[in-house]
């Protein structure tokens, strides 16, 4: 770790953290879509993560979810680690594409699932909430025989209001802006880099070097050795 990017956290008063699947691929979870991810092979992926398929085949939907998207036994990564660590120092904020839950597994403080949780669920019926562990067991609610759905945000659905505006809000406050583990090509939420306040500082710590149509320092590495050397 350069002493002058140590320096950059250490001086940062509101960090905002951008994440996405990479951040989860050191704890076992795979990329969506990268060569070994979940799209390959799975040509019709985002219609089986679509309200359509929801709605229309909700047992394609739910056999899909179920064999490709849990995964109770991954743990958190130095990544989560360290972000959750600043989150409780009341110093960032993590905004993260992914639905898997390592975040608050992590006890992050100050956190927007910007499209939701696998691990919440709820009876699409009468809106109770269910453990996740019994959705693993069966799609119906035991109460009332609905269809149980996770509260995450699928193709066809619109973003939860309030996750934007607390998503929009971090953005505005935020002296540094990390992007960790995502392309930034997936929108809306590449559009947040929009409401970066003037003066914010922006790191990306990624594999491959990003395209964002402004300045910012790239360091192109590995996320786990980068945050495994971040002081905190």
């Known amino acids: 770790m350069e002493a002058r990017l140590q320096a950059t956290f250490d001086d940062a008063k509101h960090i905002v953290f951008l994440t996405g699947a990479g951040v989860s691929t050191p704890s076992g979870i795979p990329d969506y879509r990268s060569k070994n991810g ?59 594409q992914n639905i898997d839950n390592l975040y608050n597994v992590a006890k992050t403080k100050h956190l927007v699932e910007f499209h939701g949780n696998l691990y919440k669920v709820y009876c699409q019926v009468c809106g109770a909430t269910v453990d996740w562990q019994d959705y693993l067991k069966s799609p119906y609610h035991a109460d009332d025989g609905g269809w149980l759905r996770p509260d995450v945000v699928l193709y066809d659905e619109g973003l939860n209001t309030l996750n934007v505006q607390r998503a929009v809000a971090a953005m505005g406050q935020a002296d540094l802006v990390v992007i960790v583990g995502t392309s930034m090509r997936v929108y809306p939420f590449a559009g947040l880099l929009d409401y970066r306040s003037d003066g914010a500082q922006v790191i990306v710590v990624n594999q491959e070097k990003l395209d964002l149509g402004f300045d910012y320092q790239m360091v192109q590495a590995d996320a786990t050795e980068f945050f495994n050397d971040l002081q905190v």
């Open 38 to 96: 979940l799209y390959t092979g799975h040509r019709n992926a985002e219609y089986y993560l679509s309200h359509t398929c929801l709605v229309q085949e909700p047992q394609v939907f739910y056999d899909y979810v179920k064999q490709n998207l849990y995964y109770p036994d991954a743990k958190p990564n130095v990544i989560h680690q360290k972000q959750a660590a600043l989150t409780q120092q009341d110093r960032a904020t993590v905004i993260t």
